[in-house]
């Protein structure tokens, strides 16, 4: 980080910086802030640099444009359009985030924002607790079908970005030069958003991670692995019962499925009114139906994520030719 650089340089910087931070608060002030850095880039005059994906990347964008544009009801797919915007991350961050040290900082930044999120979750899970005992019902069955959210709207959000923390951090603590130095702070941090992540019950999640987390260690100490199986198992054993019943359900789905039939009844009863509110004052939409449970796209990012380090620095993904720069 150069001080003399222009201003503009600077504040594309950061607000790059920011924009990648806040997306574990909110997608709203993310994607403003994102806005605002990719403004800030083009006017800077700064070189336009993008990873080495750039046919892929396009071949992508291009047949979804192409997929609306032929598509029996092109206005359908202008919101998957609209989401092209979301892209320019790539763009912003790779321009801009070139610096060992900031990049570090942005590791762990996201490690602290996380681990807030994930004390967030543990007051709205004790809250669900006391609210299925309220009414007399089975915890399991009453939070299965509305959970925990941490800064974010939905559990599936939450439960993917405290997986993406807690590898990143990983990758951090295993590979980054001098890391060690600092574990007694991180270690914690780790901790809280693992028990988030935990507490969101996302089954896909759960499997991503381990998987991540194998692969990890594997690079790192591969002597480690075989304790794998002892810390999934005493996860099992001392976790709440409300964990092992989810955990449970991973081999024995039948009668958890059931549960989360009611869950979602159950919370679709307490919105239908609001929502019959709603529908009498908007025009019709379609709706869409999305697999809250897509493991396979989980277990695709966290393989992705876990990738990265294997070349030394941590983020592989920011070494280019003449960046290079390790920092402690």
């Known amino acids: 980080m150069n001080p003399s650089q222009p201003f ?7 607000l790059a910086f920011a924009s990648s ?35 892929p990347l396009g071949l992508f964008l291009l047949g979804t444009l192409i997929a609306v544009a032929f598509s029996s009801n092109p206005m359908a797919g202008l919101p998957q359009v609209r989401k092209i915007y979301v892209f320019c991350q790539l763009l912003v961050a790779f321009s801009m985030l070139r610096d060992m040290k ?16 994930a004390i967030l979750s543990f007051v709205q899970f004790a809250h669900k607790v ?20 941490g800064f974010m709207s939905h559990w599936y959000t939450f439960s993917a970005e405290e997986m993406f923390v807690l590898i990143m951090l990983a990758s951090f603590l295993f590979f980054a030069p001098g890391a060690g130095r600092r574990a007694w702070v991180w270690l914690p941090l780790a901790l809280l958003s693992a028990a988030g992540m935990l507490l969101a019950e996302m089954r896909g999640v759960w499997i991503a991670t381990a998987v991540a987390g194998v692969y990890l260690t594997w690079f790192w100490r591969r002597w480690v692995v075989v304790l794998v199986p ?42 239908l009114p609001a929502l019959c509110r709603r529908a009498r004052h908007s025009r019709p939409a379609r709706v869409s139906v999305v697999d809250g449970q897509n493991h396979l796209g989980f277990l695709a990012r966290a393989s992705h994520s876990a990738a990265w380090p294997r070349q030394p620095p941590v983020l592989a993904a920011w070494r280019h030719r003449g960046g290079d720069r390790y920092v402690s």
Not at 8 to 14: F, I
Not at 25 to 48: C, F, H, M, R, W
Request: positive net charge.
């Open 8 to 14: 503009l340089v600077q504040s594309a910087r950061w």
């Open 21 to 55: 931070v806040f997306i574990l608060v909110g997608i709203a002030p993310s994607q403003i802030l994102l806005g605002l850095a990719l403004a800030a880039l083009l006017l800077s005059g700064e070189k336009l640099r993008l990873p080495p994906i750039k046919l």
């Open 102 to 117: 900031l990049i570090r900082w942005l590791f762990l930044t996201w490690a602290g924002v996380g681990s807030i999120s």
């Open 130 to 149: 006391q609210q299925a005992h309220a009414v007399g019902s089975d915890v399991y069955s009453y939070y299965v079908g509305e959970r925990i959210t």
């Open 230 to 271: 002892v810390i999934i198992a005493a996860g099992f054993l001392f976790s709440p019962d409300v964990i092992r019943q989810r955990f449970t359900s991973i081999v024995h789905p039948g009668r958890h499925s059931a549960a989360l039939a009611r869950g979602v009844v159950h919370s679709f009863a307490q919105h």
